[in-house]
């Protein structure tokens, strides 16, 4: 599948992308001295959520940044943890924070977001940084936003007029992907439960973004014949054996015969996201040190 022009290799980009950052940070660490720091904060013992925090901490390592993990039990008071927060904020070896949810039902998600200095949310999703971005500005902007449009312009190059559908209005991707499509200039529609004719608008799309949650929804018939299939979802079903697998949000193998390239799942969008994350926490490094991203990460 590697070797498949239509496929859209979501591992191989990380893996580039995580060797770029590798090289800017040890230019950064001979020119400037700066070693970025990602905190990460996990609150009890979800499980799904401890495989995500050790491979973050794995890869912030392996590029050469500081990894500081802080674990608290799943009583943790919601003042424990927006004093951590606070604490974090003010660490000057720490330049991305990133808490990671759901946090258990005694803490208001909201609340512990907004205590984060706007500046270290390398999850993009303090009410500051979602303003920044909505207003066309500068933002640290949620990674997997950003995930699908660089796989996008990577298979697409300027997106420029592109005609652009985003499936899903959430906060944490549909929305967000919509803003950054038309800062790269594309012409976008977004798409939620309530639309009509959810097939004739998907057949408009040049680039079709899905982010729903729903197992295989978008049809084959649905797309543009030459589309690019950016593919958020990811869903796990029950197969005729009993057993589970993951699945998008499009069926897949009805897209593929009309697409002309497409994001598979698992291997697309998904293994791009700790990649970005580590790409937001250079970024909020050189920010708060008034220094340029360095040029290998500019393109
Ligand atoms: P949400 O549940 O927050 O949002 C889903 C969106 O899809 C909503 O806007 C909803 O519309 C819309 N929707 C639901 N049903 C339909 C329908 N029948 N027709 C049209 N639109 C519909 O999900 P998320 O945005 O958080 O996640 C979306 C998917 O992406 C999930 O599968 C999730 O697991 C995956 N994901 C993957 C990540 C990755 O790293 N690859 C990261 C984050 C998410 P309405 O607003 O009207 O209810």
Request: glycine share 8%; aromatic share 2%; with cysteine.
């Amino acid at each position: 599948m590697a070797d498949d022009p239509k496929i859209i290799d979501g591992k191989a980009f990380a893996a580039n992308l995580r060797s770029k950052i590798a090289t800017a940070l040890s230019d950064l660490k001979k020119a400037k001295g700066l070693v970025p720091g990602l905190a990460v904060v996990l609150v009890g013992e979800d499980p799904a959520s401890q495989v995500y925090v050790r491979n973050k901490a794995k890869q912030t390592v392996e590029v050469g940044m500081l990894s500081f993990e802080h674990r608290l039990p799943e009583d943790a008071s919601e003042e424990e943890v927006l004093n951590l927060v606070e604490q974090l904020n003010k660490d000057e070896r720490v330049h991305g924070i990133l808490v990671q949810l759901p946090l258990p039902d005694q803490i208001d998600a909201n609340k512990v977001i907004g205590t984060i200095d706007p500046a270290k949310d390398v999850d993009g999703f303090h009410i500051i940084n979602a303003g920044l971005l909505a207003t066309g500005q500068d933002a640290l902007v949620p990674c997997t936003p950003v995930s699908c449009v660089m796989l996008a312009k990577d298979r697409l190059g300027d997106l420029s007029g592109v005609n652009a559908v985003v499936v899903g209005r959430s906060n944490i991707v549909g929305k967000p992907v919509a803003q950054l499509l038309l800062k790269e200039n594309c012409t976008v529609t977004i798409a939620h439960s309530r639309t009509k004719d959810l097939p004739g608008l998907c057949r408009t799309a040049d680039l079709l973004i899905a982010a729903v949650g729903r197992p295989e929804m978008i049809k084959g018939d649905w797309i543009k014949p030459g589309a690019c299939v950016i593919d958020v979802g990811i869903n796990r079903i029950e197969t005729d054996e009993g057993k589970t697998r993951l699945v998008g949000d499009v069926a897949f193998k009805e897209a593929y015969e009309k697409v002309g390239a497409i994001t598979p799942v698992p291997g697309g969008v998904g293994p791009m996201t700790i990649a970005c994350l580590l790409f937001n926490t250079v970024r909020a490094a050189c920010a708060s040190n008034n220094i340029d991203v360095p040029e290998i990460l500019k393109s």
